[in-house]
């Protein structure tokens, strides 16, 4: 059996997306979730996309960057 192309398939899906904005897991969300708050990545279309610590949801995670005057959007962001 074929593994899956992860990295093609994302790029199939995000691929000339536009982002709209970055927001946050609300408190009533994270309370839900029993996460921190997470960085949320918005696209124009309203899709959106955010880091989790594991494939299993186990908690939010932070987006690393190649930004120098951003290098890390951290978890618990306001």
Known sequence: MAMRDWSGDATKIFKGKIVSH???LTDKECEEMDWSRAPIIVFTDKTWIMA???DEGNDAGAFFTSEGEMPTIP???R
Do not use: C, L, Q
Request: charged letters at 35%.
């Open 75 to 77: 978890v618990n962001g």
């Open 22 to 24: 970055i927001e946050y």
């Open 52 to 54: 989790g610590r594991d």
